[in-house]
């Protein structure tokens, strides 16, 4: 199944690239594909993303890291289906992609089980089955024993592992996650970044993870990709060679987080000059 | 994964994790992250059922009588009038009358029916009503002045249109008892619906919920407290438009309720009963609060962790 987001039928004299959707696509097609895509606000308003062209293999971990205001989540949101671009084609291969947001969204009137059942039961799985398949999901993420509790009960980072389950309930192989664990405490994260980094492992998910934090791109991302703001462009990307788990104390972390900090000051600079 | 390569100069060498030891850092992991789980969340305490029985009950009861007595002191003290201010005793007696006669029963009863039906058709009508209303924009923008209108109009304006249009009959009090409750039900859930937070939303589309799915098993879920309080409003008017309603539309079909046996105590000058009957009615009101939508109205809160806040 493809997906292909095309801009809605150019207005005025914006070019729009359609995809060549290859009906026999080879094997090592990318998860994601973005061509040319540029997104403003408005039929004259101020342009967010300019002419970003970006491939992701299956079964990588991107992290987007920028400033604010450089249209990382509205990137995020456009891959998602949850806005449009104004030019440019977004292409989902495998049709569409779980989200995770900042906050973990849970809906208050149920359990954490109930709340990961919901989705299984949007995404068509039968009733049977849905109670085994929650108590599994959360067992990924270690809270079998909050299965019965109500998000209010739960912590943050509680919250945010059912909010985890949640969009592996919705087996897709793209997870998109917008900052995800910006709201918890450091500790917490740190503890957040192994499990996810584990399950990314498991179960072998293309993973885009948005974050403003140089440190924890650093520590998941086996790529890294800065960008700079207004308009919001691709300025560099860093791959790390995965050498299995790291931590965000490891050395090679500290390298790359004071080579993105650079760089990441520099494009910062450029705004002081307007 | 066996691997080396850290970058620069110094390159250090992994040996491969054999499958047991990772097994013990996976426990050691399940250790740690529950033991953080359990440092962050914080056991509630609940009040046991006696307990809350006597914090609820206690205090208004108290008030109560301390508000008889001061009554009575007053009566005593001042020696009013007994056909202007009669004391709590002849209150409890001209209601001991009422029902001794069976006309407090028959009016409790007819009222409490008409109010009940009135309040279900209320909801049959305002329910989609207001949901039409928050999700279609247009209709909204039509119709939502003129309800909110409806809603400030006190319904006992539509009494003498009610009577020409419908005689003295059933019809009428069900009209105005209609106009009283629906706006008010449909404006709570169009307030309910408009308080779910947008992120609800999206997160259900994101899960790939269709439209009908994202209302009946997202939108409407997170707008019941709206859509209660709205519940709550709409029989606080049904019954007082029932009232209104039964106090100027007597005779006819119409059955003999509270408001009639009011506007009959009134023309008889018989004070006693005139207060004895507003008591009822009071308590009537109170009785319906505390049975149907308290208990309804604190699960409710309670599992959407909404209790801790207020004076509740």
Same mark, same amino acid.
């Given at each position: 199944m493809?997906?292909?987001r095309t801009?809605?039928v150019a207005?005025?004299?914006?070019t729009?690239?359609?995809?060549?959707?290859?009906?026999?696509?080879p094997?090592?097609a990318?998860?994601i594909?973005i061509d040319?895509?540029?997104?403003?606000?408005?039929?004259?308003g101020p342009?967010?993303? *300019?002419d970003?062209?970006l491939s992701i293999?299956?079964?990588?971990?991107v992290?987007?890291?920028?400033?604010?205001g +450089?249209g990382?989540s509205t990137?995020?949101?456009?891959i998602?289906?949850?806005?449009?671009p104004?030019s440019?084609?977004?292409t989902?291969?495998?049709g569409s992609a779980?989200v995770m947001?900042?906050?973990?969204a849970?809906?208050?009137w149920?359990?954490?089980?109930?709340?990961?059942?919901l989705?299984l039961?949007?995404?068509?799985?039968?009733r049977s089955?849905r109670?085994?398949?929650?108590?599994?999901l959360?067992?990924l993420?270690?809270?079998?024993?909050a299965a019965d509790?109500?998000p209010?009960?739960?912590?943050g980072?509680?919250?945010?592992?059912?909010?985890?389950?949640?969009s592996l309930?919705?087996?897709?192989k793209v997870?998109?996650?917008? *900052?995800?664990?910006a709201?918890?405490?450091?500790?917490t994260?740190?503890l957040l970044?192994?499990?996810?980094?584990r399950?990314?492992?498991?179960?072998?998910r293309?993973?885009?993870f948005?974050?403003?934090?140089?440190?924890?791109?650093?520590?998941?991302?086996q790529?890294?990709?800065?960008?700079?703001s207004? =308009?919001g462009r691709?300025a560099?990307?860093?791959?790390?060679?995965?050498t299995? =788990?790291r931590?965000?104390?490891?050395?090679?972390?500290?390298?790359?987080?004071?080579a993105?900090t650079?760089q990441?000051?520099?494009?910062?600079?450029r705004?002081?000059?307007? | 994964?066996?691997s080396?390569?850290t970058?620069?100069g110094?390159?250090?060498s992994?040996l =491969?994790?054999p499958?047991?030891?990772r097994?013990t850092?996976?426990?050691?992991?399940r250790?740690?992250?529950?033991?953080?789980?359990a440092l962050?969340t914080?056991p509630?305490?609940?009040?046991g059922p !006696?307990?809350r029985?006597v914090d609820?009950?206690l =205090?208004p009861?108290?008030?109560l009588?301390a508000l008889?007595?001061a !009554?009575?002191?007053?009566?005593? %003290?001042?020696?009013p009038?007994?056909?202007l201010?009669?004391?709590p005793?002849?209150? !409890?007696?001209?209601?001991?009358e009422?029902?001794s006669?069976?006309?407090?029963?028959?009016?409790?009863?007819t009222?409490?029916a008409?109010?009940?039906?009135g309040?279900?058709?209320?909801?049959?009508i305002g329910?989609?009503?207001?949901l039409l209303?928050? *999700?279609?924009r247009l209709l909204r923008r039509?119709?939502?002045?003129?309800l909110?209108?409806l809603q400030v109009?006190?319904?006992?304006?539509?009494?003498p249109?009610a009577?020409?249009?419908?005689g003295?009959?059933?019809a009428?009090?069900y009209f105005v008892?209609?106009?009283?409750?629906v706006p008010? %039900?449909?404006?709570?859930l169009?307030?309910?619906i408009?308080?779910?937070?947008p992120?609800?939303r999206?997160?259900g589309?994101?899960?790939?919920?269709?439209?009908?799915?994202?209302?009946?098993?997202?939108i409407?879920p997170a707008?019941?407290p709206?859509?209660l309080?709205g519940?709550?409003?709409?029989w606080?008017f049904?019954?007082?438009?029932?009232m209104?309603?039964?106090?100027?539309?007597?005779?006819?079909s119409i059955g003999?309720?509270?408001g009639s046996?009011l506007?009959q105590?009134r023309?008889?000058?018989?004070l006693p009963?005139?207060?004895?009957?507003i008591?009822v009615?009071?308590?009537?009101?109170?009785l319906? *609060?505390l049975?149907a939508?308290?208990?309804v109205e604190? +699960?409710?809160?309670?599992r959407?962790g909404?209790t801790s806040g207020g004076?509740?």
């Open positions: 493809i997906n292909t801009a809605p207005v005025g004299a914006t729009v690239h359609r995809a060549a959707v290859a009906t026999d696509r094997a090592d990318p998860a594909r040319g895509l540029t997104k403003r606000f408005g039929t004259n342009i967010v993303l *300019e970003i062209t293999e299956p079964g990588e971990f992290c987007l890291l920028g400033a604010s +450089c990382k990137l995020l949101n456009i998602a289906g949850l806005e449009h104004t440019g084609t977004v989902v291969t495998s779980a947001f900042q906050e973990s849970l809906f208050p149920l359990t954490a089980g109930r709340n990961v059942e989705a039961k949007l995404r068509g799985v039968p089955q109670r085994s398949q929650a108590l599994e959360l067992d993420v270690n809270l079998t024993d509790k109500r209010h009960e739960l912590s980072g509680m919250r945010q592992r059912v909010a985890l389950a949640r309930a919705q087996d897709r997870l998109l996650m917008d *900052e995800p664990f709201a918890l405490d450091a500790i994260r740190d970044h192994e499990e996810l980094e399950i990314w492992r498991e179960t072998g293309t993973i885009v948005v974050t403003h934090n140089v440190r924890e791109a650093a520590r998941l991302g790529r890294v990709l800065l960008m700079s207004r =308009p691709i560099n990307e860093w791959r790390l060679a995965d299995g =788990p931590r965000i104390e490891s050395p090679e972390v500290s390298r790359l987080s004071i993105i650079e990441l000051r520099q494009e910062i600079r705004n002081a000059q307007h | 994964m066996p080396t390569e970058g620069t110094t390159s250090t992994v =491969p994790v499958a047991a030891a097994a850092s996976d426990d050691d992991f250790t740690l992250e529950a033991g953080l789980d962050q914080v509630l305490v609940e009040r !006696w307990r029985l609820g009950v =205090p009861v108290l008030l009588a008889v007595v !009554w009575q002191f007053y009566v005593v %003290i001042a020696q009038r007994p056909d201010v009669p004391g005793f002849n209150v !409890w007696a001209s209601i001991g009422l029902w006669n069976g006309r407090l029963q028959q009016a409790v009863l009222s409490l008409r109010g009940g039906a309040f279900l058709i209320a909801v049959a329910t989609p009503l207001g209303l928050a *999700e279609w039509a119709l939502g002045p003129l909110s209108g109009l006190p319904s006992v304006a539509w009494v249109a009577i020409i249009w419908f003295l009959t059933d009428t009090v008892v209609l106009m009283g409750a008010s %039900i449909a404006n709570g169009v307030a309910g408009d308080q779910v937070p992120q609800l999206r997160v589309s994101v899960l790939g919920a269709s439209r009908l799915q994202l209302v009946t098993l997202v409407l707008a019941l709206g859509y309080a519940l709550k409003q709409g606080a049904s019954w007082r438009s029932l209104a309603a039964e106090i100027i539309a007597m005779g006819g003999f309720g509270l046996m506007q105590s023309d008889l000058a018989d009963a005139v207060l004895a009957t008591l009615i009071l308590f009537v009101g109170i319906v *609060e049975i939508f308290a208990p604190r +699960c409710l809160l309670r959407r909404l004076t509740r």
